[in-house]
C-alpha cells in the first residue's frame, strides 16, 4: 500500500497591498459621535475581512461577515481612521525536484487593504 505524504510549507508574506480599486469604503458621519462605514470588497475567494477602526491610539478590530454592506458605530468623538484588510491565501504546487514528497504545496498570504478618515 503506498502512503501519500503531503507537507504544507506556509509561506507567509505580511506584506499588505494597498488596493482602492477593489476595497471601496464610504464614511458619513451621522452625529457628533456616531458614523456610518459602508464597504464593497471585490475580490473573489478571500480568507477572511477585518474592519480596523483608529481612535484616539486605540485600534478596534472586527470580523467582517459578507463582502458588501453599512455599519453604524457609535461613541468616537474625534477623528477616526477605517481600514479593511483583505486575506487571501493561494496555494503553489512545487517542484518534485524541490521536495522529496508525493505532493508539496507552498501556501502564500496575501493582505490588502483600503483605508479612509
Known amino acids: 500500500m503506498k502512503k501519500l505524504l503531503i507537507i504544507f510549507s506556509f509561506c507567509l508574506f505580511f506584506n499588505a497591498t494597498l488596493d482602492e480599486s477593489n476595497i471601496d469604503i464610504e464614511l458619513s458621519i451621522t452625529d457628533t459621535k456616531t458614523f456610518e462605514i ?11 475581512l477585518i474592519l480596523k477602526i483608529n481612535h484616539n491610539g ?3 478590530q472586527f470580523q467582517i461577515p459578507t463582502s458588501a454592506g453599512s455599519i453604524e458605530m457609535c461613541c468616537y468623538s474625534d477623528e477616526v481612521e477605517v481600514t479593511i484588510l483583505v486575506l487571501v491565501t493561494t496555494s503553489i504546487e512545487l517542484d518534485p525536484e524541490e521536495c522529496p514528497a508525493v505532493n508539496c504545496y507552498d501556501f502564500i498570504q496575501e493582505t490588502y487593504f483600503n483605508t479612509k478618515n
Open 38 to 48: 459602508s464597504w464593497s470588497v471585490n475580490i473573489q475567494d478571500y480568507e477572511e
Open 58 to 60: 486605540t485600534i478596534e
